[in-house]
């Protein structure tokens, strides 16, 4: 009986243990940028500073800069505060993002296509899925990005990646394997961010190319929180693994949608003339 009683225990106790060793990979990550963070290129021009509470990206003639998480994330809650490039950014992009690797990796976007002084920026959203893309959706913000530090934020569970920006729902790709539509869902991703000239397609299409009387460039970065699952392994998840969003939110979503998005890839007349992907009827 007493044998029994304790080896009933230590079974107790080692799945006890094992909750504890599986709970470690999913948790809330709040570090230094020095801890989390591997600025991977750029020559000098990515800088951690404040002690690891600030980072600054920057782009000049010859390079830009950028970063990459230390850990990879297989879903999670991301977020990052980020103050964008100020007066003529034209021509210049700072990209956040999640991605894994391969010709058929995963990927989800925000990127912040910069304007000429006075203009606003533009917000581009998109998903990937087993290497396909061509999911944009573009806004405006309701906000000038470049006076002040605001949150994006990307919600990646197993059911929706839900983009949000100072927590306002903009975006919610949902899955809808069942109807046959990849979703993002088995390959772990970095966090990615970098500054990098593209005025061969970011301003007006192309037209405004990058003014270099104003260069050096500079974004800044700061508050990151992964409340995430860190590949390998999985675990308890916090509240945001079962996240959708409620009626209040989805209207908050749909009010944005409807002042502040400028293109969506289910109502662009050249692609519907192919034929409309498959998740925009549903």
């Given at each position: 009986?007493?044998?029994?009683?304790?080896?009933?225990?230590?079974?107790?106790?080692?799945?006890?243990?094992?909750?504890?060793?599986?709970?470690?990979?999913?948790?809330?990550?709040?570090?230094?940028?020095?801890?989390?963070?591997?600025?991977t290129?750029?020559?000098?021009?990515?800088?951690?500073?404040?002690?690891?509470?600030?980072?600054?990206?920057?782009?000049?003639?010859?390079?830009?800069?950028?970063?990459?998480?230390k850990?990879?994330?297989?879903?999670?809650?991301?977020?990052?505060?980020?103050?964008?490039?100020?007066?003529?950014?034209?021509?210049?992009?700072?990209?956040?993002?999640?991605?894994?690797?391969?010709?058929?990796?995963?990927?989800?976007?925000?990127?912040?296509?910069?304007?000429?002084?006075?203009?606003?920026?533009?917000?581009?959203?998109?998903?990937?899925?087993?290497?396909q893309?061509?999911?944009?959706?573009?806004?405006?913000?309701?906000f000038?990005?470049?006076?002040?530090?605001?949150?994006?934020?990307?919600?990646?569970?197993?059911?929706?990646?839900?983009?949000?920006?100072?927590?306002?729902?903009?975006?919610?790709?949902?899955?809808?394997?069942?109807?046959?539509?990849a979703?993002?869902?088995?390959?772990?991703?970095?966090?990615?961010?970098?500054?990098?000239?593209?005025?061969?397609?970011?301003?007006?299409?192309?037209?405004?190319?990058t003014?270099?009387?104003?260069?050096?460039?500079?974004?800044?970065?700061?508050?990151?929180?992964?409340?995430?699952c860190?590949?390998?392994?999985?675990?308890?998840?916090?509240?945001?693994?079962?996240?959708?969003?409620?009626?209040?939110?989805?209207?908050?979503?749909?009010?944005?949608?409807?002042?502040?998005?400028?293109?969506?890839?289910?109502?662009?007349?050249?692609?519907?003339?192919?034929g409309?992907?498959?998740?925009?009827?549903?």
């Amino acid at each position: 009986e007493r044998s029994f009683g304790s080896s009933k225990r230590m079974a107790r106790m080692a799945v006890l243990g094992l909750a504890i060793l599986l709970a470690a990979s999913c948790a809330l990550a709040a570090a230094s940028f020095d801890k989390e963070f591997d600025i991977t290129w750029g020559d000098g021009r990515g800088k951690i500073l404040n002690n690891g509470q600030l980072l600054t990206l920057g782009l000049d003639k010859v390079s830009g800069s950028g970063f990459q998480s230390k850990h990879e994330y297989l879903f999670g809650k991301i977020d990052m505060q980020l103050k964008l490039v100020p007066g003529n950014s034209a021509g210049t992009v700072t990209a956040y993002y999640l991605s894994s690797q391969g010709p058929t990796h995963d990927e989800i976007d925000f990127e912040f296509l910069g304007n000429v002084t006075g203009e606003p920026y533009t917000l581009h959203t998109n998903v990937f899925t087993q290497g396909q893309g061509q999911r944009e959706q573009q806004f405006r913000l309701w906000f000038d990005p470049t006076n002040d530090f605001h949150t994006y934020s990307i919600l990646w569970n197993p059911k929706h990646i839900i983009f949000m920006v100072d927590d306002m729902p903009i975006r919610d790709f949902r899955n809808l394997e069942g109807k046959g539509i990849a979703f993002p869902k088995n390959q772990p991703m970095r966090l990615y961010s970098s500054l990098w000239n593209a005025d061969d397609w970011a301003t007006q299409g192309g037209r405004v190319k990058t003014d270099w009387s104003h260069a050096p460039f500079s974004a800044s970065y700061r508050g990151f929180k992964a409340d995430a699952c860190v590949a390998p392994g999985t675990g308890a998840a916090g509240e945001w693994y079962n996240q959708e969003l409620d009626l209040t939110r989805q209207q908050r979503m749909r009010w944005v949608q409807r002042n502040y998005m400028i293109y969506n890839y289910c109502t662009d007349p050249k692609r519907v003339a192919q034929g409309v992907p498959a998740e925009c009827s549903m």
